[in-house]
């Protein structure tokens, strides 16, 4: 166990998920033992570098449940940090839905009042949604730390998300868990 804890790291396919290592890495020399979960949709494409994330956490990617019988994978957490989050992503959370490994854990990360943060990466148009601006509400009435905001991560113009990322903002997410309690 090092300084820091558990963090584990939800990667959801979003463009800047390529790029995730940057987060892991900045993690990891905080202090941090990572788990990466990617997304089953994250962890079936090119969207993240599957290798380099398990060579920066030093622990293979989750994507699936575990099999009946079959141990814990990894350690349980200590906080948590969703990024990049899809309107899929926190609209599903927001709801209850668990049908996959990665919100099953953030479903169960706000039961148990663990640390976490979400930083998103949608565009305008997604953002303008109802039922996103509804979901980003109900995560933050459960505790959860949506960088989504003036000063924090703003969305893009349709069209535009692929030069927004080297501008992602995976610090933000760090600095911001890093400054978390336990709920």
């Given at each position: 166990?090092?300084?820091?804890?558990?963090?584990y790291v939800v990667v959801c396919v979003a463009g800047p998920a390529k790029d995730a290592g940057r987060?892991?890495?900045?993690?990891?020399?905080?202090?941090?033992?990572?788990?990466?979960?990617?997304?089953?949709?994250?962890?079936?494409?090119?969207?993240?570098?599957?290798?380099?994330?398990?060579?920066?956490?030093?622990?293979?990617?989750r994507s699936t449940w575990r099999r009946s019988g079959e141990e814990k994978r990894n350690p349980p957490?200590?906080?948590?940090?969703?990024?990049?989050?899809?309107?899929?992503?926190?609209?599903?959370?927001?709801?209850?839905?668990?049908?996959?490994?990665?919100?099953?854990?953030?479903?169960?990360?706000?039961?148990?009042?663990?640390?976490?943060?979400?930083?998103?990466?949608?565009?305008?148009?997604?953002?303008?949604?109802?039922?996103?601006?509804?979901?980003?509400?109900?995560?933050?009435?459960?505790?959860?730390?949506?960088?989504?905001?003036?000063?924090?991560?703003?969305?893009?113009?349709?069209?535009?998300?692929?030069?927004?990322?080297?501008?992602?903002?995976?610090?933000?997410?760090?600095?911001?868990?890093?400054?978390?309690?336990?709920?």
């Amino acid at each position: 166990m090092t300084a820091r804890g558990v963090l584990y790291v939800v990667v959801c396919v979003a463009g800047p998920a390529k790029d995730a290592g940057r987060l892991v890495t900045a993690a990891t020399e905080r202090g941090w033992d990572v788990c990466v979960i990617a997304t089953p949709a994250a962890a079936d494409g090119e969207f993240i570098d599957r290798d380099a994330l398990e060579a920066a956490s030093g622990r293979p990617v989750r994507s699936t449940w575990r099999r009946s019988g079959e141990e814990k994978r990894n350690p349980p957490a200590d906080a948590v940090v969703v990024a990049p989050m899809t309107m899929n992503t926190v609209n599903k959370w927001a709801a209850g839905i668990a049908d996959t490994y990665a919100l099953g854990l953030v479903a169960e990360a706000v039961g148990l009042g663990l640390p976490v943060v979400a930083l998103p990466f949608w565009s305008t148009a997604l953002d303008g949604h109802p039922a996103t601006r509804r979901s980003v509400e109900v995560l933050r009435g459960t505790g959860v730390r949506v960088l989504h905001g003036e000063g924090e991560w703003l969305p893009h113009a349709p069209g535009t998300g692929g030069r927004q990322l080297d501008a992602y903002p995976w610090q933000l997410a760090l600095d911001a868990v890093g400054g978390l309690k336990r709920g």
